[in-house]
């Protein structure tokens, strides 16, 4: 692959939009404004959850910890689509590819597992309501944020470098916005049978296992909430766990689209689309569904603004 060279030769080209001149116009505005609420929005709850005493909650912990993986992710994808949809240069160079590739695998992967842990939260909190306090303690909560980033690390550690160092013989054309392994794995000049296994059972282990326990982890909440036959109940399960169901429908319903089935006809066409939706929208959309019905935050944001008073007076 020549990572050691610096020359054009060793370059890959993002196609991305590049098909559709008007549409590159339309979407660096949008991308950029989503980029710019994205870093806002995140970092203020980051902030907030750091100096606000009333939000020094194993909610809020995990909801640091999404809000920094959506700024890093994002962060290492939206510049250089920036860069690629303002001007003719559509090209990325092999250190800059590798780098993007090894930081957006593990990110995307982390917010996988960090938003199963936010599920055990839910759980928790309306199927243990009395022993909510010992089970997520704090010393869980930060193991539980580990074990979330150990196995974005050690996902990405994998596949990427075996997908770097795959051979490639022919053009070096990726038909996406950003480095990213299943359109990677076409470039290669050999048998990639083994790869595309590898990548199955990677989807398998990081989207679905972590899916599969967020799907438990609600079925347990919503027979809990029906044994107790309470409107009040509803509301109360429904402010926990609302938000975070928004969170996961929007991210899980892009990304395993993407990712289960890398060669369906229907991910080679719409799956660069699809992927803008969660590595852009979704980062900026976050901060809006966990504030914007959550009273909490809001008086949180009160307080950072205002001092003392409250957001409505």
């Known amino acids: 692959m020549g990572m050691n060279s610096s020359s054009a030769e060793d370059d890959f080209i993002l196609v991305g939009f590049s098909g559709q001149p008007n549409l ?17 929005g995140n970092t203020i709850i980051i902030l907030i959850s750091s100096i606000d005493p009333n939000l020094k909650t ?5 909801l640091t910890h999404l809000s920094l993986v959506d700024i890093c992710l994002t962060t290492s994808i939206v510049p250089q689509l920036l860069w690629n949809l303002r001007g003719p240069a559509k090209t990325i160079t092999a250190l800059r590819c590798a780098v993007q590739l090894y930081i957006s695998l593990a990110l995307g992967s982390t917010e996988c597992v960090l938003l199963a842990v936010m599920a055990f939260h839910g759980y928790a909190a309306v199927c243990k309501p009395l022993h909510y306090a010992a089970v997520m303690n704090p010393r869980l909560c930060q193991a539980l944020a580990g074990v979330a980033w150990l196995s974005g690390v050690g996902n990405t550690l994998i596949q ?6 795959l051979p490639h013989c022919g053009h070096r ?11 990677m794995i076409k470039l290669a000049c050999v048998s990639v049978q083994a790869s595309e296994v590898q990548l199955f059972i990677a989807s398998l282990a990081l989207l679905l296992l972590p899916l599969a326990l967020i799907l438990v982890s609600y079925r347990h909440i919503v027979n809990a909430v029906i044994r107790i036959k309470s409107v009040q109940a509803w509301c109360k399960a429904l402010g926990t ?17 993407v990712y289960i089935q890398p060669n369906s006809s229907y991910a080679c066409t719409y799956g660069k689309y699809i992927s803008l939706f969660y590595t852009v929208v979704t980062p900026t959309l976050n901060p809006l569904i ?9 008086g949180a944001l009160g307080r950072l603004f205002h001092g003392d008073r409250d957001l409505g007076s």
């Open 24 to 40: 590159e116009k339309i979407l660096f505005v949008v991308v950029l404004v989503s980029y710019l609420l994205t870093l806002v």
């Open 58 to 62: 194993p909610m809020y912990f995990l």
């Open 160 to 165: 990427s470098t075996v997908t770097l160092w």
């Open 173 to 183: 054309w990726l038909h996406h916005f950003f480095c990213v392994v299943p359109s």
């Open 241 to 257: 766990c609302g938000s975070h169901l928004m969170v996961v429908s929007l991210f899980y319903g892009t990304i395993t689209a």
């Open 290 to 298: 966990y504030t914007l019905r959550n009273r909490d935050v809001k």
